[in-house]
C-alpha cells in the first residue's frame, strides 16, 4: 500500500528542488495515483498545496523553533518539516502526535535516523506552542513583516499593495487568497437551472446560487469536475464570476462577429458564442454570429476546441496564432474585440499560489510590455465604431489602469460607461464611478471573485 505522505514528501522535495512551482506537478502526480482512494487523493492534494499556499509563514514558524535554519536544512529534513507542520497547524482531523510519529519514521526511513530526534524535538515544541506563536507587530514597517509572514506573502508585493490600497484593504485580499474556494461554473443559456441542481445535490455536490449572476453556481464536495452531471452533456463551464463579467459587459448581441485573440480555455469565447448565435429574426450571413477564437499553441487551441465541442457551441472558430503577429484579414472584421492578455495573475493567486512565488518586479515589466506589444498589434481588428475589451486577472496598476490610459491617449479608442451593466451587487459607490469612466478594478474577494480588471472602449469613426 502506498505512503500517501511518503507521496507527498517527494512532490515537496521536487518543489523546493527545481525552486520554480510547476503547477502540473501536483495534477501529474494526482494522475499516477488516480487508484488510491479519494480521502487519501483529497490529503494529498490538501498539503501539497497547503505547504505551498503557506510556506513562508512555515518557515517563519520553523526558524522560531528550529536553531538550524531552514535554508540551512537538508533539503528532505525541509521539506518533511513544512510538511508536517502544515499538518500540525492547519489540519484538525490530523492528530499532532500522527504527524510527529510519521514524520520521525519517515526521517528514519530514508537515511536521516541521526536527525530524528531533531526532527523530533522540533515538531513536538511546536505542537506544544503553536497557538502561543509570536508575529512581528502590525505596527511596525507598516505591518509589511506582519503581512510577509502571516499571510505568506512576499513583503514587496505586500508593500505594492499597501502603497496602493491600505493596509486593512491589502490585509483583506491576503486572507481571501487563503480561504477555502469553492468551484464555480457558468450554465449554458436554456439550462434548466432547478433540475441541474438537483441533479448536482443528488450526486453529494453542495450548491448555492451566485448572488451576482443568475447564470452562476459556486459548487463544493467536487471530486473530479468531469466526472458531475451534465460535463459531458455541455451543460457548465468553470468560470469564475468575474470572468463572466466581461461578456456581460460587452453585451455581444445575435449576429455579430467577436475576435478573441488569447482565449484559451475558452470560457469568454465560448461565453459570447451563446450571445452572437443567430436567431430567426437575425440576419443570416456567412461571417456572422461567430466568435473567431485563437491562442499561440495547438495545445491551447485544442483546449478550447474539446469544450466548444462539448457545449455544441458551432460558431466557434479556433484557430492557432500568435497574437503578436499581426493578421491583416481581420482588419475592421470585430464588432468587439476581446484582449484578455497573458498577465502577471495576481488577482488569481487564491487558485493558483504558485504565482507569488513566481512573479518578480522585472516581470511585472516584461508582461506589460508583452500586452502593449499585442495591443499595437490587434486593435485595428476592431471596425470603427466596434468594441474593443481589455481585461487582465491581475491586480497592478501598471497592466491595467495605466494600460487602459495607454491606449485612449495612443490609440483611436475612447472609454464607454458601462454602469448600467453591472449587476446590482455590484453597483456600489466606488465601482459606479469608474464603471463610468470605461472601467473596473475588482478586487480578489470583494464581492467574493478573483481579481479582475475589466475595461470596455469604442474605436472611434475615421
Partial sequence: ?????????????????????????????????????SRDKAFMKRVVDGCIERQIQIDYVLNSFSKTKVDRMQPLIRSLLRMSVYQIMFMDSVPDSAACNEAVKLAQKHKFAGLKGFVNGVLRNISRNKDKIEYPSKDENNGIDYL?????MPKWLCEMWVS???????????????????TTIRLVAGCDKEKFVKELTQAGVIVTESDILPYALNLEKTDNIRF???????????????????????????????????????????????????????????????????????RKCELIRENAER???????????????????LEN????????????????????????????????????KLQW?????????????????????????EENEEMFS???????????????????????KALLQTAESGYIQLLPGEFGTDGFFISKLRRKAE
Fill in 228 to 298: 458531475l452531471p451534465g460535463y459531458d452533456e455541455g451543460m457548465f463551464f468553470v468560470q469564475d464570476v468575474s470572468s463572466m463579467m466581461v461578456t456581460e459587459i460587452a453585451d455581444p448581441k445575435p449576429s455579430q462577429v467577436v475576435i478573441d485573440v488569447c482565449a484559451a480555455p475558452g470560457g469568454k469565447s465560448l461565453h459570447a458564442a451563446e450571445r452572437v448565435k443567430e436567431t430567426e429574426e437575425t440576419d443570416h450571413t456567412d461571417d456572422a454570429g461567430v466568435v473567431i477564437s485563437r491562442d499561440v499553441s495547438d
Fill in 164 to 182: 496602493t490600497y491600505g493596509f486593512d484593504k491589502t490585509e483583506e485580499i491576503l486572507k481571501f487568497f487563503l480561504e477555502a474556494r469553492p
Fill in 406 to 428: 495607454r491606449i485612449c491617449s495612443e490609440l483611436p479608442f475612447e472609454p464607454i460607461s458601462f454602469k448600467d451593466k453591472l449587476p446590482p451587487k455590484m453597483q456600489e
Fill in 333 to 368: 472584421k470585430a464588432d468587439i474585440l476581446y484582449l484578455d492578455l497573458p498577465c502577471s495573475g495576481l488577482g488569481i493567486i487564491g487558485r493558483k499560489n504558485d504565482i507569488k512565488y513566481n512573479v518578480t518586479k522585472q516581470s511585472l515589466t516584461d508582461v506589460s
Fill in 1 to 37: 500500500m502506498a505512503n500517501i505522505r511518503e507521496i507527498v514528501l517527494g512532490i515537496l522535495i521536487e518543489y523546493d528542488r527545481d525552486g520554480v512551482r510547476k503547477p502540473s506537478l501536483l495534477k501529474d502526480s494526482l494522475n499516477k495515483y488516480d487508484y488510491l482512494e
Fill in 373 to 397: 506589444e499585442i495591443i499595437k498589434t490587434a486593435w485595428d481588428y476592431v471596425k470603427p465604431g466596434g468594441i474593443l475589451m481589455y481585461s487582465t486577472c491581475t491586480v497592478n496598476r
Fill in 311 to 329: 457545449m455544441g457551441m458551432t460558431n466557434v472558430k479556433v484557430e492557432v496564432h500568435d497574437a503578436r503577429i499581426h493578421d491583416s484579414s
Fill in 148 to 152: 510577509n509572514a502571516l499571510y505568506s
